[in-house]
């Protein structure tokens, strides 16, 4: 049974890989808002049941046990993705919905992300089922570091039978005229448990009912404040990274944190280094000249007595690449860009100090997710690398950058004239590592689309994509050249 269910795993996931590509692939900017809010709408739906399907077969297929798995995560980017998914549903009702968040809300959250989507979906799809007309809400906040979710609707409200049968399975009185069997409240009630929560509901006063969420201080936490980095004083750690902007960005953040580093600038010399030098872990990007990274992973896995951690830093973490990346003998997954030094220099802590056996099989990446904005440039992020740089180090870093997004766009711009799918690949893949390590998110996710068409063989479908994300790139080219000749007082 096992067997067949991670066969029909692999072919779900693959279509639904094929699904969001596809979506991803649409340059949105020629349709119509209306039509763009639609498609934006069935992106978000998408990812949301691609994770689902990713974790129910897991479980399944017992790749995972059945625990809650919490996450750090950007808090309100994911409410402003449900706000997107459900108010196009309630148009299609004819109802409108509302989403209201607290201003002392957090960005970001540790919290199992899907289960609380999950609770969220159920509660207001029942809201809008037993709304005819009107308003269905969401309304988060905080009230004594207690987590709190309100959903409202202005329908009938419960009957009484209902209310006594609450959170049962097949809990609907019978006489009930709606379609449903009450399983949406009953899986709800036990994910809230699950996530430490409480799960109420109650008649409003004037119309409707208010189901209710309650997340404690302990069961969540606000991910906003500074984490103090970790110490590393004393690791020397190998970097095989052919990129200089991310040679320098890790330099930074390692030497940052007292560990020695040890550039290998592409696969053969890792090999090389690896060979001779002593290091405590390497890290190891997998797109690199003369050998990849997972080229390097399987040479090294194959040295007799080579146990020193490896982790992959990679762009790419569909499930699919990880799989390979671990089936080549990788301890664990970094995925670019690095949105936090404190969780980077964790994650190294952690591999370092781990003296169980190295566990091959299907783990985690460990990857601190962005938040998905539509600006050319996430100012706070990029102003946090340049305040990391230092007053020394800032003209350096925007130099080299200003070289390597020149030099991606010439690399890109060439190959895409060339139908070189495989420079458009790389140049692709080094550019989602660019953009996202400077907040650059619209770019990045053009560049990831870009990526996708080159890997499946449709860049001539892709014109409207190619010229996007140029556009883009030279935008970012134009306002890290202003701030350049700033910071050079020029």
């Known amino acids: 049974m096992r067997d067949a269910l991670r066969l029909y795993g692999h072919d779900i996931r693959a279509a639904m890989s094929d699904v969001i590509g596809g979506l991803r692939l649409m340059d949105l900017d020629r349709l119509p808002p209306?039509?763009?809010?639609?498609?934006?709408?069935?992106?978000?739906?998408?990812?949301?049941?691609?994770?689902?399907?990713?974790g129910a077969m897991m479980q399944v297929s017992g790749e995972v046990g059945h625990g809650v798995a919490s996450q750090s995560f950007a808090f309100r980017s994911f409410l402003a993705e449900i706000d997107l998914r459900w108010s196009g549903r309630a148009r299609e009702q004819g109802l409108s919905f509302l989403l209201e968040v607290q201003p002392q809300v957090p960005e970001r959250v540790q919290l199992a992300k899907i289960e609380l989507d999950r609770i969220l979906g159920n509660l207001i799809a029942?809201?809008?089922?037993?709304?005819?007309?009107?308003?269905?809400?969401?309304?988060?906040?905080?009230?004594?570091?207690?987590?709190?979710?309100?959903?409202?609707?202005?329908?009938?409200?419960?009957?009484?039978?209902?209310?006594?049968?609450?959170?049962?399975?097949?809990?609907?009185?019978?006489?009930?005229?709606?379609?449903g069997s009450g399983l949406g409240l009953h899986i709800s009630k036990e994910l809230a448990v699950r996530l430490g929560g409480t799960l109420s509901v109650r008649n409003r006063q004037t119309r409707g009912a208010c189901v209710s969420l309650r997340i404690p201080a302990g069961a969540w936490e606000c991910r906003d404040a500074p984490v103090s980095p970790p110490d590393l004083s004393g690791l020397t750690i190998l970097v095989a990274e052919d990129n200089e902007t991310n040679q320098i960005l890790v330099r930074q953040m390692l030497e940052?944190?007292?560990?020695?580093?040890?550039?290998?600038?592409?696969g053969q010399e890792a090999l090389d280094l690896l060979a001779r030098a002593p290091v405590d872990?390497?890290?190891?990007?997998?797109?690199?000249?003369?050998?990849?990274?997972?080229?390097?992973?399987?040479?090294?896995?194959?040295?007799?007595?080579?146990?020193?951690?490896?982790?992959?830093?990679?762009?790419?973490?569909?499930?699919?690449?990880?799989?390979?990346?671990?089936?080549?003998?990788?301890?664990g997954v970094i995925a670019k860009p690095i949105g936090s030094v404190a969780g980077f220099g964790t994650a190294i802590r952690r591999h370092v100090d781990d003296s169980g056996p190295r566990d091959t099989a299907h783990a985690p990446p460990e990857t601190d997710e962005a938040p998905k904005a539509c600006g050319t440039l996430d100012r706070n992020r990029f102003e946090a690398i340049l305040q990391a740089a230092g007053p020394d180090g800032?003209?350096?870093?925007?130099?080299?950058?200003?070289?390597?997004?020149?030099?991606?766009?010439?690399?890109?711009?060439?190959?895409?004239?060339?139908?070189?799918?495989?420079g458009a690949r790389a140049g692709s893949h080094i550019l989602i590592?660019?953009?996202?390590?400077?907040?650059?998110?619209?770019?990045?996710?053009?560049?990831?689309?870009?990526?996708?068409?080159?890997h499946r063989d449709r860049l001539p479908e892709a014109r409207s994509l190619i010229a996007s994300c140029d556009s883009a790139l030279a935008t970012l080219i134009t306002e890290v050249e202003r701030r350049a000749r700033r910071e050079a007082g020029g």
């Not at 209306?34 to 990713?54: C, F, N, P």
């Not at 940052?256 to 592409?266: E, K, N, P």
């Not at 000249?289 to 997972?294: A, D, K, M, Q, S």
């Not at 992973?297 to 990880?322: H, K």
């Open 126 to 179: 029942n809201a809008m089922k037993f709304t005819d007309a009107g308003e269905v809400s969401l309304k988060v906040g905080i009230r004594d570091g207690t987590l709190q979710f309100c959903v409202r609707d202005e329908g009938q409200g419960f009957s009484d039978p209902a209310l006594e049968r609450l959170f049962l399975p097949g809990g609907r009185p019978a006489d009930e005229r709606r379609p």
């Open 256 to 266: 940052g944190m007292g560990a020695r580093m040890v550039l290998a600038r592409d």
């Open 394 to 422: 800032r003209v350096e870093f925007l130099t080299h950058l200003l070289q390597d997004l020149r030099a991606v766009r010439a690399d890109m711009n060439r190959a895409i004239r060339d139908s070189d799918r495989s």
């Open 433 to 454: 590592s660019l953009a996202g390590a400077v907040g650059a998110d619209r770019l990045q996710q053009l560049a990831e689309s870009l990526n996708a068409a080159a």
């Open 34 to 54: 209306d039509l763009q809010s639609q498609i934006e709408r069935v992106r978000v739906a998408s990812e949301t049941l691609a994770e689902l399907l990713d």
């Open 281 to 331: 872990i390497a890290l190891i990007d997998i797109e690199m000249p003369r050998l990849t990274g997972i080229e390097v992973m399987q040479r090294l896995r194959a040295r007799t007595g080579f146990d020193i951690p490896l982790i992959a830093l990679t762009a790419y973490v569909m499930r699919e690449n990880r799989e390979a990346i671990y089936a080549a003998g990788a301890d």
